[in-house]
Nanobody, 122 residues
Framework: QVQLEESGGGMVQAGDSLSLTCVGS????????MAWFRQAPGKEREFVSA????????YYADSVKGRFTISRDSAKNTMSLQMNFLKPEDTAVYFC???????????????WGQGTQVTVSS
């Protein structure tokens, strides 16, 4: 059972940047994708970004494309999300998750972190 722990959330103003980090408690096979999802109050959890085992294959929701950058260090079981030009609509709890590509598409990931709050004020 892989445990995931997110860090780096906080409260910022619109236009600012934040970097989130996710650390896995044990080795995460390269066959698994690591991904970020987010859930705003009153809304369903949504996909933000994913990265494959090599770190070269990256995927983004249209709403964050060009502003967020995902990266992965498989040797350290870590994943990061650099968030630039943050907007108030980026306010949500951000979750780290691990799973197959099918699980990424369905948002039914194999392992989830507890989440970290990101709040962007206007």
């Amino acid at each position: 059972q892989v445990q995931l722990e997110e860090s780096g959330g906080g409260m910022v103003q619109a236009g600012d940047s934040l970097s989130l980090t996710c650390v896995g408690s044990e080795f995460i096979p390269r066959t698994y994708y690591m991904a970020w999802f987010r859930q705003a109050p009153g809304k369903e959890r949504e996909f933000v970004s994913a990265v494959d085992g090599s770190g070269d294959g990256t995927y983004y929701a249209d709403s964050v494309k060009g502003r967020f950058t995902i990266s992965r260090d498989s040797a350290k079981n870590t994943m990061s999300l650099q968030m630039n030009f943050l907007k108030p609509e980026d306010t949500a709890v951000y979750f780290c998750a691990v799973g197959t590509w099918t699980e990424v598409i369905s948002t039914k990931m194999k392992y989830w972190g507890q989440g970290t709050q990101v709040t962007v004020s206007s």
